[in-house]
């Protein structure tokens, strides 16, 4: 009724007579700065007084509530609570609230939903009454402060050691106090199940031990545990590695995973940035939804050979993987699975897969050839879109169709050999069309660049020549010279520093312009850089992209501000090869010196320079 209404100020009193404020009914009404509610009020529902951010003091509620709905009080300025006579709780009632100081729930109440009070960075410390029987894990994730948890003597349901809350029996573990100052936990051996979000937004836990006994852990469990390195998982009953289960610990760098898991499901580790390689284990037969999307530093992953099918964004944007082997019992690529990861650059595909799902492979920018293997039936639309250095590709007999934009922005693209007849395309330009911004099929589509040929067999139908369907072709057999090499490719090969003691540079990639980036940091405010490159190569670097503005070579180039980074841009040319071109970009770190750790890992990287650059 009055959601959004942010003009309206001072005290919000509603008259005697009011029984029920509806969902969304004062939302977003930031402009009241105190909340006066009628006896006799019975029910508030959904998000009533979501985001009144001006609400602040204490909340005190009527006798007469029993229940309080979910979001209804959502990002309020409250510090305090009286709750009367409320029996439930439900799914972040309070989220995000300023509580302050020790929230003691009142006895009557019986349960207290998922992220009820989730974000009150304020709590220190929670009294659970005995009335108490259903919990849920992750009521109180991510309470930045909250130490501990007590509860009142008597309870039948729950019990809580050293701040923890476990069930009555000490079999299942409830909620951690997230805001625990401890570095490790033991979880004991009487537990059997971790509750969802139990852990969920630890601040300063570093690495978990859970014992053999456990068997089930819920979902989320330890989700943005930002200080987690490590965890010890049990090895003896647990099958299911669950969802969320540890997305969003950046700090979590290695796990050994059990040899009794058969699942790892959706978004385990999602968001898990230092983590460099997993071996997943021999009786896992699917890798589900995003389970490691977004693991920037994940270059390893070693699959088992029980492994049937990778889901949908399963590996999506881990950018460091450069060789990926699949197991020979693999059957789907599900979409976008590798989309994204742009170092690959060397892909063995099993004879088994049957099915490469939509953008499979999209923008996997660094690989270079391609031989689909001889089962593959189904080819999923945009499945290798972006592929910008993509030169060959072999097709198989086995595929009769092949989807739209499949090799969209392949602007490399020199020869693709099918075995088989001609497939079924969509139009003109549909599987190859790279001005991919458009329509599919439009009649003024650009298809392949000039130089493409579509290589057929002589004893296979349906194909044409010079041309099929618009696209330049050749018979197999009847090209009796060898196919030319390629140019040769120009490359960086080291970054020569007038003080390598304080620099260290990485290959890399620019998502928003889609530029090959090297990104270098620097401790000092000044250095002087060269280049060691292709063999015959000479490299320019410029102050612009346009490379119009030539920066004179043992320049020293400036660095005054830290934290900034500063873009400078590198061209190579060599006779009879084409020309070459990169950013690279600088980046004063904050400190003057790195530690031996940070030299050790990130100078290694500087071998990976051989695959950087993009032709011009």
């Not at 004062?26 to 009533?48: H, N």
């Not at 007590?150 to 009555?168: I, P, Q």
């Not at 389970?291 to 994940?298: E, H, P, R, T, V």
């Not at 006779?575 to 904050?590: H, I």
Request: aromatic share 8%; charged share 20%; net charge negative.
């Amino acid at each position: 009724a009055f959601m959004l209404c942010d003009k309206l100020t001072g005290t919000l009193k509603l008259p005697a007579g009011v029984t029920i404020i509806n969902g969304c009914a004062f939302c977003r009404c930031t402009g009241f700065t105190a909340l006066s509610l009628p006896a006799g009020l019975t029910t508030i529902d959904s998000a009533a007084f979501c985001n009144c951010t001006g609400l602040t003091g204490t909340l005190t509620l009527p006798d007469s509530v029993t229940e309080i709905g979910n979001s209804a009080f959502e990002s309020c300025g409250f510090t305090g609570l009286d709750l009367a006579n409320v029996e439930v709780i439900h799914e972040k009632a309070f989220l995000g609230c300023p509580l302050t100081g020790t929230l003691t729930i009142p006895e009557g109440v019986t349960q207290i939903e998922l992220n009820a009070f989730s974000g009150c960075d304020r709590l220190t410390d929670v009294s659970l009454p005995a009335s108490l029987t259903d919990l849920a894990g992750g009521a109180f994730s991510s309470c930045s402060t909250l130490t501990g948890f007590t509860v009142v003597s008597g309870s039948t349901s729950l019990r809580v050691t050293d701040g923890v809350v476990y069930s009555a029996d000490g079999t299942k573990l409830v909620q951690y106090p997230t805001g625990n100052s401890r570095t490790s936990f033991s979880v004991p051996d009487s537990v059997t199940e971790i509750s969802s979000n139990a852990f969920d937004g630890c601040r300063f836990l570093q690495h978990a031990t859970l014992p053999d006994s456990v068997a089930v852990i819920g979902e989320c469990a330890f989700q943005n545990c930002a200080a987690l390195t490590g965890t010890t998982l049990p090895t003896k009953q647990l099958t299911l590695l669950p969802a969320g289960i540890f997305a969003g610990c950046t700090a979590l760098s290695s796990i050994a995973l059990p040899d009794t898991l058969t699942k790892i499901d959706n978004a385990a580790f999602q968001g898990c940035t230092a983590l460099t390689a997993v071996v997943i284990p021999k009786n896992v037969s699917s890798i589900h939804r995003a389970a490691f999307k977004d693991c920037d530093y994940l270059a390893d992953v070693t699959f088992p050979d029980a492994l049937e099918s990778i889901e949908q964004e399963a590996f999506e944007y881990c950018s460091s993987i450069k060789a990926l082997t699949l197991p020979k019992n693999l059957k789907v690529i599900g979409i976008g699975a590798f989309s994204g990861c742009q170092s690959i650059t060397q892909l063995v595909i099993p004879d088994g897969v049957t099915n490469i799902q939509e953008s499979a492979f999209q923008n996997c920018c660094h690989m270079t050839s391609l031989q689909l293997p001889s089962g593959l039936q189904k080819l999923g639309n945009m499945a290798f879109m972006g592929c910008s250095k993509l030169r060959t590709v072999t097709i198989p007999v086995s595929i009769s169709s092949i989807g739209g934009n499949t090799f969209a922005g392949c602007t490399a693209l020199e020869r693709v050999d099918f075995l088989g007849n001609a497939p079924s395309v969509l139009k003109k330009g549909a599987s190859f069309r790279w001005d991919y911004q458009d329509n599919c099929g439009s009649s003024d589509n650009k298809t392949f660049p000039d130089s493409t040929v579509l290589y057929y067999r002589s004893d296979m139908i349906g194909w044409t020549t010079p041309t099929w369907n618009g696209y330049n072709t050749a018979c197999a057999e009847d090209t009796t010279e060898p196919t030319p090499e390629p140019a040769p490719r120009l490359k960086i090969k080291e970054v020569i520093w007038s003080n390598p003691d304080e620099a260290f540079a990485e290959n890399g990639y620019d998502d928003t312009d889609g530029t090959d980036t090297l990104y270098a940091y620097t401790g000092v405010d000044s250095q002087a850089v060269s280049f060691s490159v292709t063999e015959g190569a000479e490299w320019k670097m410029y102050s612009d992209r346009a490379c119009t503005k030539e920066i004179a070579p043992n320049t020293s180039l400036s660095f005054p501000e830290a934290g900034k980074t500063y873009r400078f841009y590198v061209k190579l040319t060599k006779e009879g090869a084409k020309d070459a071109f990169c950013c690279f970009a600088v980046t004063r770190r904050t400190s003057v010196s790195f530690s031996d750790q940070d030299r050790t890992t990130e100078l290694a990287l500087d071998w990976k320079l051989d695959d950087l650059f993009r032709d011009t």
